[in-house]
């Protein structure tokens, strides 16, 4: 029953911008965050956002590029990344977190989308 499908990815210049959003539905959730895996590297959380407070936490290679929002009465996340780098190449995944808590690890998240892919290019 539960759903989460992301979009937004594509190919942008570096420097460039992109919003990749992430529509859930079958479930109401605590937490969300958003991890990406570049080939043959592991899967990384790069920003969450947490439950009651809207606490927000962002890995520090996108610090101060990336913003991660909500909009509950869309059961949507979006993810703003500005000043894109090709190192943030990669297939982005939103997660959610039904639990209370906060956690930066994979295993603490209950469901996944499949991928958006988001290039960068020199």
């Known amino acids: 029953q539960v759903q989460l499908v992301e979009s937004g990815g594509g190919l942008v210049q570096a420097g460039g911008s992109l919003r990749v959003s992430c529509t859930t539905s079958g479930h109401t959730f605590n937490s969300y965050g958003w991890f990406r895996q570049a080939p043959g590297k592991e899967r990384e959380l790069v920003a969450r956002?947490?439950?009651?407070?809207?606490?927000?936490w962002y890995t520090g290679a996108v610090k101060g590029r990336f913003t991660i929002s909500r909009d509950n009465a869309k059961n949507t996340v979006y993810l703003q990344m500005n000043s894109l780098q090709p190192e943030d190449t990669a297939v982005y995944y939103c997660a959610a977190r039904s639990r209370p808590g906060l956690t930066t690890s994979k295993n603490g998240y209950d469901y996944w989308g499949q991928g958006t892919q988001v290039t960068v290019s020199s």
């Open positions: 956002i947490g439950g009651r407070d809207g606490s927000q």
